[in-house]
């Protein structure tokens, strides 16, 4: 098998993942959490392994130098932790086995491990159902599209937060991730031939998009509107991109609790919420003020945002 030219810079596949002959993702999300202590919690989203666009190399750094010495009762994986909107989910988690290998650490380490799925990696979800073995079942961490937690008497919630973008829907987010490596490569050549640029500056979701806007296969949602308290009024690194402030707002209208999601790649901190950033160069060029690798860490109910770098982790905003 020949790996794809945008793959080179990885193994097409791990021989630890053939020799399993399956990637173990997951049990589905239950009581079993509801005793765990949550106190400490380290949460980080967006990180798309799959995509030419991921900072792979620094997060797989980070769960396994930073995550440990951190030593969270729970780390939270928020969301687009893979990318199958252009890669197949199979071939993706083969690639990425040595990721799934240093969650089964972490966890065997006592941090339990929390998966929340994304709208890039919702099938994610499917883990759990009747058509997947009891093996698999069996593995030690979990997913689901919520998670609810108390820290320092504080209550939270962790969600991706892409049900509360009008532009993406469950059913849009199911079918980009039915394809498969040929496609996703399809698209991106053809997105390069159009636009007559070697150097795509858009991601394969954005010719995505392009390519089903005029499907009517869903209705969006209307623009929800502001939030009339002071809850938005973020701490924020340089320009919001135009999503933010829907997302935002209907996140705030939907939960009581402090909410903790990802989605928009913008992290920021408000008065009842908090953006984990992601970890891909996804749209740099029209945001070159926003930090590319950031996670938060919630200790004792009080949080905080931190950059990432190989030679350390920094506060960006802190309540």
Known sequence: MTPESHLDRRSYMKAAGLAAGTVTLGATMDGALADADHNHVVAASDVHFG??????????????????????????????????????????LLEYN??????????????????????????????GRDDYDAATLAAPWHIGEEFYFESGGREFVAVHGDGADPQQADLTSALLCAGSDDLGKV???????????????????????????????????????????DDYEPDAAGERPPAADTVTNELLDEYEEFVVFGHTHYTELGDRFVNTGAWTERRAAELPTRPQNTYVEIENGDVRVLDWSENGSSVLFEE
């Open 98 to 127: 040595d990721v799934t290998t240093q969650l089964e650490e972490l966890v065997s380490s006592g941090i339990e491990v929390v998966v929340i799925a994304g709208n890039h990696d919702r099938r994610l979800v499917d883990v």
């Open 51 to 92: 995509s030419p666009y991921s900072n792979d190399d620094a997060f797989v750094q980070f769960l396994s130098e930073d995550v440990p010495d951190l030593d969270p009762d729970t780390l939270v994986l928020n969301g687009d932790l893979f990318e199958f909107w252009y890669r197949g989910m199979s071939s993706t």
């Open 187 to 229: 698209i991106i050549e053809f997105y390069e031939l159009i636009n007559d640029d070697d150097e795509t500056a858009t991601t394969q979701e954005n010719t995505w998009d392009d390519l089903t806007e005029n499907l009517d296969i869903v209705e969006l949602l209307e623009q929800p509107p502001p939030v009339d308290d």
